[in-house]
């Protein structure tokens, strides 16, 4: 079970930090990733991170301001989110599969969260 947290409304400019806390005492094993989904669009991946935090992937209109980690000792990945945007309005989401590799594709990503809503206001 994935759930997330942090999400809310803030000023462009300003920042966010969502966590999503995983159920299980295998979270180690598990790639884990953030997407979201503005209104009337599709999933969009935003970042992801392989079980030992050596590999991450950034989606192109993410990088340089957003940052994706993880604290295995507390089953929880974090998405930290600077310099946002009004696009970057949206519902948030944590995913999961398990592998040692981390893919920047949606298709792998086998358990997901509820989301949390992000809104960026102009």
């Known amino acids: 079970q994935l759930v997330e947290s942090g999400g809310g409304l803030v000023q462009a400019g300003g920042s966010l930090r969502l966590s999503c806390a995983a159920s299980g005492r295998t979270f180690s094993s598990y790639v884990m990733g953030w997407f979201r989904q503005a209104p009337g669009k599709k999933h969009e991946f935003v970042a992801d991170i392989s079980g030992n935090s050596e590999t991450t992937y950034y989606g192109n209109s993410v990088k340089g301001r957003f940052s994706i980690s993880r604290d295995n000792a507390k089953n929880t990945v974090y998405l930290q989110m600077d310099s946002l945007k009004t696009e970057a309005t949206a519902v948030y989401y944590c995913?999961?599969?398990?592998?040692?590799?981390?893919?920047?594709?949606?298709?792998?990503?086998?358990?997901w969260g509820q989301g949390t809503q992000v809104t960026v206001s102009s």
């Open positions: 995913a999961a599969y398990r592998d040692d590799i981390a893919i920047a594709t949606m298709s792998y990503f086998t358990s």
